[in-house]
């Protein structure tokens, strides 16, 4: 019975705050209740009012009327504290599996100072974050990840109990962005036998490798010759096109290589080859079912690497799309645009 | 080189209440504490107050780490150990005194053990309680003022340790509060106007051990005179009309018949003392030129205090068979009544003499032989008792004797004594003496204790009836006439009755002698007394128009608005002004949420930039980023293109951007202009077509 009702609920929240990286909190998709103190204080002065009407004294009515309203006065006080900040999720870490995995929220409180935010991702709490009005601050959440793959926090609790702690303001915010987290290393039984024969697998590689390219979007270091700019003219989107088959070196790490083994295991021997590959500054490529890396050294080429074996098998979680900066949504157009609001200085 | 990414966290805690409370959050508690301890200073004992002074102490050493907070054992022995004291001293008495020293005893020792913010709030619980107790017992403006100043010492200390680490913290604290009370104050006043003030709900008696400073139910020779070293307030007094001569003032409170031994006593007519409390507030609306509003100071006992020929106007106070006046309960917390004078001089025919002669006559078996001797030569002499009166007044008149604080001690048969041995005496010895002399001559008699005279508060707007004006005279039935009023200390001292006991006693210096502090005492100093005036008459209004604002008070004010409101009504508009409230706090935080929005010059700035693309005949789309608008917009206004793609960029440099990068004013003209330029272009390609 009581699940039901816990799966409604969380059913209702997730209509209502759909997965996005940037959220504006307002009387929309702020909640607030009273906190347990909240609730003892409520009920002391319903004690203080029934000692006031039997002593018929007044000062102690007058206290109890104005200790009242300063709670009312309170409860829109920690509303507002919350209501009017904007979060953005501006960086999705990456790790290896069992670390935690820093996101990196900019929070923007353009009316007024934010005081005393907590943010929390299941049993993650950052506490005591001030953001005073008209500026910025980054935070950094770290979410502890279990298992390699996309680390998407299903929601990020924004709290704040300020100023008095007798009331709890909450939202959500659900990212779209996910953490990548990495296998976990697991050095290999014998790495010399995962070298491939260079010759061989290159030419293979470039008869068919020809035909299709890895389409993938533009990242920093990418060279400009590599960008289908055919396509960006007709889509606006800049992509690389990664033609396969112009790989030079022999140094391959293998999926394969790790036959009859478990798929985790096997990407945690990769895992730790590219580790120690990347250490060593030797050049390698990675060969996954469906996807190949050319060989390549660098730490960014060891963190592509990575990531290719993040994700391998999985599928990208999405749920709903995300609103990017300075779209409308028909009728809530002001809403829709972070107001973001460092103000005219 | 890629390292494996440790946690960066600023402070990772739990969000539960179990952490540490902050030094700066408890030393606002600490603070608070000990300033809702100073209304309770003249009822908590003195082992008490030194036990929460040590144990607060400990506990802000411990905090500052100079100390180290009890184990289990030690704090479970010092809880023990006081609680042992407690026990022993309370004896099993309950009254208000047991019950607060238990409250502050709970919280003293809840110091040793406030580790967590959880303990925190439960201390703040008790504290604001604490304060409500206070209000029970002290009800002054400077009392008030102290005690919500320790409410709001809580208040701020709540929001230190809901964030303990923001820089000025106290100052926002204090600010953020101050504009709370600020914005709340008008829903506060009207409730408390509107407010239905019911009746108790069930009945407690604010049971109290202290002994009160007033007259009490008995009178041996030398009680007054102790008295008569007190300034402490008895009551206050206005009056509709023009206020009687100072010699006329006589309040009259009790009456003594039995003479037991030394000791004078109330003899029949006790009444059986119901538990309960009194109605706090008698007489609404002006005062009629007859009438006076008495407010009586707390005196823990059932009489109020009248001129005579009095009536009963407010429905707290009847009369008796003596032409006295009672409560139904003891007077706990101060009390106001509405007397009016009536001048057909009918109060004094009560008790009509033949059904209780007795009572009135009795005299011990034994003792003062000489009174009774001379009482009966007087009786034998004039067969008129007004004329046997009228003899002994002037005996007091004429003879040596004296009014003074400072008699000599009378063990053995002291009427006898005083009447014809030392002839030194104060108003009650004086008072008996005459008493028993009638009885003793057949004339029924009655000591009558009260108090007479008042001084004037500021102004003249009221009188002032302090303790040292306490008093106790004679009242002889006469045929004919009724209880007549004989005065033997207005024969021997007038001035005490015609100015008042400084004056009585200027010669002898005697006056408060005993009494530093008191501000009275220092008569000759004529800004003191200016000051003690008006502090006085400023608690005299707040007393009577915001303490005493209680159930006849309000149904008065209320019947003088149109419409004559009742408590039905009331409960109405109370209803509806937390109603309103309510909503209006929510629109006033609604509209100023939409206002800030618009307000927002960056998504001002966005918003025009769209409109300007929706003329353009370049809808924004769900779900497209700035960059993809821009595009979209050069393809459709190619002289745009290079402007648009600029402002795109501007947008993700705002969002994106690091902290100090952005957000200027600069930024903003710059987008400005590039928004004006783009329209110009965009325009301009239009008139080319």
Known sequence: ?345 | MINRLRKRGRSVESLETNELVSGRALIWLIASFALLLVPQWDRLPVWLMASCAVLAGWRWLAQSGRLRLPGKWLRSGIMLTLVAIYIATVQGRFTVETASSFFVLAVGLKWLETRSVRDFYVLFFILVYLATVNFLFHQEIHWSVINLVGVALLLVGLQVVNAPDIPGAMKSGWRRLGMMLVKTLPIVVLLFVFFPRMAPLWSVPLVSGEARTGISDSMTPGDISSLAQSSERAFRVTFGGETPPYRDRYWRGLILDRLDGETWQQGFGQQFRRPGRVSVDGGVGELASNQYDVLMEPTDQTWAFALEDSRAVSNNVKPDDQGLFRFDRPADSSVRYRMAIVDDGSSGQFGAVPDNAQRYLQLPRSGNPRAREFAEDLAAEYDNPGAIVQHLLDRFRQQEYFYTLRPPAMPEDGIDALLFDEKRGFCAHYAGAATFVLRAAGIPARVVVGYQGGDSGADDEYLIVRQYDAHAWVEAWLPGQGWVRMDPTAAIAPQRIESGLRDAMAEEGSFLENDWTSPQRYGDMAMLQWASLQLDRMNYHWQRWVVGYQGQSQMDLMSRLPGGLGMRELGYITAGIVGVGLLLAGLVNAWQYRRFESRDPFSRIVTRWHRLCDRAGVPVRHGETPSQLAFRLSRAKPAAAGTATAFARMINKHYYGREFETGNSAELGRMKRLLATMKRQADRKQQGE
């Not at chain 1, 962005?177 to 976990?184: K, L």
């Not at chain 1, 478990?262 to 996807?291: C, I, K, M, T, W």
């Open chain 1, 1 to 345: 019975m009581f699940k039901v009702i816990r799966n409604r609920w969380q059913h209702w929240v997730n209509k209502r705050i759909p997965r996005s990286d940037q959220r504006s909190f307002g009387q929309r998709n702020i909640f607030i209740l009273p906190t347990g103190a909240g609730v003892v204080f409520g009920v002391l002065l319903l004690i203080m009012l029934i000692t006031g009407i039997n002593y018929q004294n007044s000062l102690i009515y007058l206290l109890t009327f104005l200790l009242s309203a300063v709670v009312v006065a309170a409860m829109h006080q920690t509303h507002r504290n919350l209501s009017g900040l904007e979060l953005t999720l501006i960086q999705a870490g990456e790790g290896f599996a069992g670390d935690v995995i820093p996101f990196r929220l900019r929070a923007v409180s353009p009316r007024h100072d934010t005081l005393a935010l907590s943010l929390a991702c299941d049993d993650v709490v950052l506490n005591q974050q001030h953001i005073p009005a008209g500026q910025q601050a980054d935070l950094n959440l770290s979410v502890p990840s279990q298992h390699r793959g996309y680390l998407q926090p299903d929601r990020i609790l924004v709290e704040t109990r300020f100023p008095f702690g007798l009331f709890r303001a909450w939202s959500w915010l659900r990212p779209v962005t996910s953490g990548i987290v990495y296998p976990n290393p697991v050095p290999a039984p014998d790495v010399t036998s995962t070298v491939q024969d260079g010759e061989e697998q290159s030419k293979s590689r470039s008869i068919d490798g020809n035909d299709h390219a890895d389409i993938r979007p533009w990242r920093e270091g990418d060279m400009s010759q590599r960008v289908q700019w055919k396509r960006y003219a007709r889509t606006g989107e800049m992509v690389i096109a990664d033609w396969e088959g112009e790989q030079g070196s022999p140094h391959w790490l293998d999926y394969e290589a790790f036959s009859g083994l478990d798929r985790e295991l096997r990407l945690g021997y990769l895992a730790h080859q590219v580790l120690e590959r990347s250490r060593n500054n030797s050049r390698f490529g990675l060969n996954l079912p469906g996807q190949v890396i050319e060989p390549d050294t660098g730490a960014a080429h060891a963190n592509r690497c990575l990531k290719a074996l993040a994700v391998f098998g999985l599928e990208q979680p999405r749920e709903g799309g995300p609103l990017p900066h300075g779209t409308r949504t028909g009728e809530g157009a002001g809403h829709a645009i972070p107001a973001s609001g460092r103000g005219a200085a």
